[in-house]
């Protein structure tokens, strides 16, 4: 067994290299993270306590309507393991995961997208910064939005002919992030052009699942107040408008010039984006800088994730007006920036790629306003090297001590009483949960109360 094992490290050496560098940076990148424990979000009142509660059962428990299979059985897995282990826990298997999604794109599978390995190598890197990277890394609820890209990336990904293996990896991710379902147009694409009836398997997957998490989204909507269909109207010029200002104004001028921008007056902003987009096009062909085939499918997968906030828009009422233009709100740092944020700069990159051979190189003038462009870029992702607003719990052990004790007592029957534990911090302070009160009850089930929040 040590034999092939050997032989897969040396004959993938290149992505192995990379695969651990990029986990080195995001960890560089987020050492509070590592010293500073406490859980973020979610992770802890839905995964931990989920986990704990429920046991197997949890694996199949949706969380606001959509299915986590992957963070939950990671998150039923480290249960077992001493309770103080699991926000530490989180974060390092989230980050290997995480740079596993990066490190991806540098496959040969991606060369017509990008030709030379070493570009794709520093876009991966680059992909560290990307916005919404500091919300979607190290965590299990964010998590789905990296499995996301990745289900995307297996998509983009040649030969146009997906193996059983991806096929299995794909269900993988869509059992395991509900994001995946935007991309259901590209893969029509993909089974259309490649007349590839494997691609009928993937849609064979995702709309039984896409079907199921709606149920489950319009159903927990409504209770609590999150689903607003009056947003089914304006859904599509949100879409229009984030993925005009996330591809053309965010990346090349930065979140603080950009958020101005976005409040300028709709009927100045909207000719202005159709003239910007139109001339974009029209010099793509002209200057044959992409193929048919590469703008057909980089714009379907682009604007698949463009439509994201526009999901947003309707499921989420409380971000309705940041995911509207006029608030002026890019929210660089948020999770919604993600997926748009990381394919504009896998396309930007791929267009520049084919104009200047060399970004070290100068020549013309043409080629010295790539090199420039490509500077912006650059500039304004690692001018986010921020990390995320951490919330550090220095009781956390003693705490997390005090819920294992409460678990065996009651495992013991020595108490009739419900047990509870001192308030958890959960990060970021916004959160509903963010002192978080684990309660342990005489029939052996778990809770938790959060701040402001009542009795789960």
Known sequence: MGAPLIRLLKSNRPFFALLLGITVLIALRNLPVFHQISFWAEDADEFFIGSLNLGLKSLITPIYGYHFLLGRTLAYIISLLPLAWAPLLYAVIAMFLNALVLSYFSREGFAWIIESQRARILVCILLVFAPGSPEVFLNLVNLSTPLGFFALLLLLEKPFRP??????????????????????????YLWFVTRQSRYLYLLGIILPVTAINFLGNHSIGQKTGLLNYDHVFSAPKIIWEQGFIRFFFAPLLGSGLTEHLMQMPGLLFWPLSIGITSLFFHTLVKKTIASREQMITLTLAYLCCAASFGVIAITRSYAFGQVSRESGYVGWDGRYAFLTGALALVIWSSLFSKVVKSPFRMGSKKNRLVQAALLLIVFHHLGHFNTRNMRPDPEFDFKAAQ???????????????????????VGPEYYHHSQMTVLVHPDGSITSTGKNDPPR
């Open 163 to 188: 193996s059983a293996l991806k096929i299995a990896f794909f269900g993988l991710l869509v059992l395991s992030s509900g994001q995946v379902f935007l991309f259901t147009p590209l893969v029509a």
């Open 403 to 425: 819920l294992e004790a409460a678990i065996y007592t009651v495992k013991q029957r020595s108490t009739t009483l419900t047990l509870t534990t001192d308030p958890f911090l």
